[in-house]
Each structure stands twice: as C-alpha cells, then as structure tokens.
C-alpha cells in the first residue's frame, strides 16, 4: 500500500467500525500488513433501535445505496418506521453484519480489494492470508502494552524514529489532530475525552528516551495533582525496547490479559471450553513478577 491507499484503508476502517459499532482503540498501516485494534461489546447491537440501526448505516453507506438490500439511509428509515413485512428481515441482516470481528475484517478487506480494483484498474484478490486475531483484556496494562506495541511498528520498521511521526497509525494521527484517534487513544488511558496529560503519559511509553532499566513505571497521576509523597497509581509497562522486538504472543496467541482473566477463558465453561495443562506465559520474558501478572497468554497450538 502506498500512501493513497493507506488514506482510502483509514476511510473504509473508521466508516466500518461506525457501522458494526465497534470503537477503534489504534491502528497501523504498512505498506504490506495492517494492525486494527478494536474495542466491541455484541451487547450494544442486540440492543440497537431504529434510530441507532440508521444512523449507523448512514455512517458507512452515506448517501448512497446498499447494493445487497438496494436501499439508501432515507429508505431504511422509512421502512422501518412503516414497520411492514420486510422490516423485521431487513433489521435481521444488517445486524448480522455488526458486532462480529471477524465480519468487521472481511468487509473491511474486501471493501479495500474493490477499492483497489478500480484504482488501479486491477482485478482479483489483494489479501495473502487470512486475519488472525488476540483477545486482549480491557482497561488493563495488557490493553495499554498491545497498543504501544501496535503503534511502534513503524519505529520498528525503521520508517521514523518516534511513533508520533508516523500519520498512518492511531497515535500518528492523534499528534496530528485526529478527532477520532484521539478519543482512541483516551480509551487506552481508561479516559472518556482526550487530554494533554493522557497524551503525554501514552507518548511517554512510546518515546525513545526511556528512564533505564527493564522495566519503567508510568505515573498514571490524577486530576487532583497530587503534593510530593502521596500514594500514586502506577502501572508496569515494559521498557520501549522489549516492544520493539517481535512479541509473538499478540499474533499467535488467543488472549492476553491477568493470568485469572486468562484462566477464565480456558476453564471448562470458558469461551474457548477447554482446561489447560500449564498456566498463562508471561508476555515480555523475564519481565518480572509484576508484568508477568499483567500479562498471561495462551498460545495456539
């Protein structure tokens, strides 16, 4: 992907996760791989009314139709507020299209191959390979480790030296003002709206001069501004060169999160229904207890 296609790639990802809504937390885009880290609970598609079901479909159709159903977004409004026979069918498929990660990947790519196609006057595949994907515990360092990771591919790539220069990824852009980055990168923070501060202490995790040692401790601090001495929250994040090598558990894992979280999916009755014979790896290898605790995984097999 060159740069134009990394721009069309950000419209159709932002549109896409507007509509199977789904909050984009970060991204990366290069020229041969993409990371999308995305925020989704199915419980707020079950939920949806009419209202949210069109303004929804506004945010990825705009003012054009949907080829599949042939209606634009003042036609599906409309056909709902009549509430006759195919109104029922019509909220049934495009909520089926909501919600669900791995339909939110393949319209996404496939959205991009169309894209291209005409682009380029091109036609077939664009995609090698299938997606692969890691659950990630919320609201935890896990989350605030797999973001960093994902936004310093392209320091890792040797593309710039600071992750805030890159304008294809979710921190690049929120240095350069993005809205909807920016909110993402709130979200990371365990913040609602974005701030100077959360920006500066996300930043601090990416940047080149890190304080020595294995392990560095970002001061999470408040809105309060605490006196010299007080009590402070703190989290452990690893040092911004473990992050720049290859962490093989955010491609080849199914989750990462505390060791408990982790548990609870391979439990009996867990998501993924089986009981494991060894307990969560930590993450960043000799990264001492603390991380370890943060940073459980199971790897596939």
């Given amino acids: 992907m060159d740069e134009e296609a990394m721009q069309a790639m950000r419209h159709i990802m932002r549109s896409q996760a507007a509509f199977a809504g789904?909050?984009?937390?970060?991204?990366?885009?290069?020229?041969?791989?993409?990371?999308?880290?995305?925020?989704?609970?199915?419980?707020?598609?079950e939920g949806l009314?009419?209202?949210?079901?069109?303004?929804?479909?506004?945010?990825?159709?705009?003012?054009?139709?949907?080829?599949?159903l042939g209606i634009d977004a003042d036609d599906l409004e409309v056909i709902l507020r009549k509430n006759g026979d195919s109104a029922e069918g019509i909220r049934r498929r495009l909520k089926a299209r909501m919600g669900d990660i791995s339909v939110f990947m393949r319209e996404v790519k496939t959205r991009f191959t169309f894209w291209y196609n005409r682009k380029?006057?091109?036609?077939?595949?664009?995609?090698?390979?299938?997606?692969?994907s890691v659950i990630v515990e919320a609201d935890t360092a896990a989350q605030r480790m797999v973001a960093s990771y994902i936004d310093l591919n392209p320091v890792r790539a040797g593309l710039v030296e600071e992750a805030g220069d890159y304008a294809f990824s979710g921190f690049g852009e929120a240095c350069a003002g993005g809205l909807a980055a920016r909110r993402g990168i709130a979200r990371i923070e365990g913040k609602s709206?974005?701030?100077?501060?959360?920006?500066?202490?996300?930043?601090?995790?990416?940047?080149?001069?890190?304080?020595?040692?294995?392990?560095?401790?970002?001061?999470?601090?408040?809105?309060?501004?605490?006196?010299?001495?007080?009590?402070?929250?703190?989290?452990?994040?690893?040092?911004?060169?473990q992050l720049l090598s290859k962490i093989r558990a955010f491609s080849e894992g199914w989750v990462v999160g505390s060791v408990a979280w982790v548990d609870s999916f391979c439990a009996p009755n867990g998501w993924l229904g089986f009981r494991r014979g060894r307990k969560a790896e930590p993450v960043v290898q000799d990264g001492g207890a603390d991380l370890a605790k943060v940073a459980g995984t199971v790897k596939r097999h």
């Fill in 49 to 68: 009314d009419d209202a949210g079901l069109v303004a929804r479909f506004r945010a990825l159709y705009g003012g054009t139709r949907c080829a599949s």
């Fill in 193 to 241: 709206a974005w701030a100077t501060k959360w920006h500066e202490r996300y930043r601090a995790r990416l940047c080149s001069r890190m304080a020595p040692g294995r392990l560095r401790r970002v001061d999470d601090g408040n809105a309060s501004g605490e006196a010299e001495g007080e009590d402070r929250r703190s989290s452990v994040v690893p040092e911004r060169s």
């Fill in 120 to 132: 380029r006057g091109t036609v077939g595949t664009f995609w090698a390979e299938r997606f692969r």
């Fill in 22 to 45: 789904m909050e984009v937390l970060t991204y990366c885009f290069l020229a041969n791989h993409f990371h999308i880290f995305v925020r989704l609970d199915p419980k707020e598609t």
